[in-house]
């Protein structure tokens, strides 16, 4: 969304280029995905599985 406010001539391009990379880098620092939400975790656990997990 931020860069198409250069597409259609809302917003200047140089600030909105900087506003993009300092969410992209506010995105990587926190790990959130594209839509500013948490990124699941990497764990093999199913939530509700009473059986141990098998390695």
């Given at each position: 969304m931020i860069l198409s406010v250069i597409r259609f001539?809302?917003?200047a391009a140089e600030p909105s280029y900087m506003i993009e990379k300092s969410?992209?880098?506010y995105?990587?620092?926190k790990e959130l995905d594209v839509y500013g939400k948490g990124l699941p975790t990497?764990?093999?656990h199913v939530?509700?599985?009473v059986h141990p997990q098998v390695r």
């Open positions: 001539g809302i917003a969410w992209a880098a995105r990587k620092q990497k764990s093999t939530a509700g599985c």
